[in-house]
């Protein structure tokens, strides 16, 4: 099992720029969480799926971040324009919402900077 | 909405001693708590999940607790090892939803 695959690892942009993060979840799993971690807030649960629909988006911090599932084995998160302020670390997590335990798997992370 | 609370934020400690790592939440109506690992630039390892309605669990020199009522959770490593350096990070699941607090860095000297 490959595990949560996020890409890319690390991504440097400019302020103003466009900003794709990719995921692609644990086969089989119904559930995907995409959270931001930063020295600030901690990590915090931005948007979840379940079978590729969102469910909680109330944790995108504004219009500039969308996120979409296109098909269970794919999700993005998209920032334009991107601000300095985005900085962080992106995870993407998932897990199989029939599981009793519901244990998220945590991808490697996205770390993204915006100068 | 739930609060996640980790005391202290770092601990040094020489290696051989035990480690005691607290977390308390606010919200007492959990489904579950898990300890994870994050060593520095990388991602988050689950060490232990604890079912409410469990009051322990236990992995290899790994022991948490859990007391739902009182909101309290403790993990605690015995013999700790300059390995075992990193950032514990206690998390709480309500629903779907998991709340994480921020941390306690740990750093064993050899």
């Known amino acids: 099992d490959a595990g949560v695959i996020q890409s890319p690892r690390h991504e440097v942009t400019e302020m103003g720029q466009e900003v794709t993060l990719r995921c692609k979840p644990i086969s089989g799993h119904n559930s995907l969480f995409w959270y931001r971690q930063t020295m600030m807030r901690g990590l915090e649960l931005l948007i979840y799926?379940?079978?590729?629909?969102?469910?909680?988006d109330s944790g995108m911090p504004e219009d500039r971040f969308s996120a979409k599932m296109p098909n269970a084995s794919f999700s993005t998160l998209k920032i334009q324009p991107s601000e300095p302020r985005d900085s962080a670390v992106y995870f993407c997590?998932?897990?199989?919402?029939?599981?009793?335990?519901?244990?998220?798997?945590f991808g490697p992370g996205t770390r993204l900077t915006v100068t | 909405k739930q609060e996640v609370t980790q005391i202290p934020a770092a601990l040094s400690v020489p290696e051989g001693e035990n480690l005691v790592l607290n977390c308390s939440f606010t919200?007492?109506?959990?489904?579950?708590l898990q300890w994870f690992r994050q060593d520095p630039g990388k991602g988050l390892t689950s060490l232990l999940l604890i079912q409410s309605s469990q009051r322990e669990q236990t992995s290899g020199r790994l022991n948490a607790s859990l007391d739902k009522s009182s909101g309290r959770s403790t993990l605690y490593i015995a013999a700790s090892q300059p390995g075992d350096s990193a950032t514990y990070l206690c998390a709480v699941r309500n629903d779907y939803k998991l709340s994480f607090g921020a941390g306690t860095t740990v750093t064993v000297r050899a």
């Open positions: 997590a998932s897990s199989l919402s029939g599981n009793p335990t519901y244990e998220q798997y």
């Open positions: 919200d007492s109506a959990i489904y579950n």
């Open positions: 799926f379940n079978n590729n629909v969102p469910i909680d």
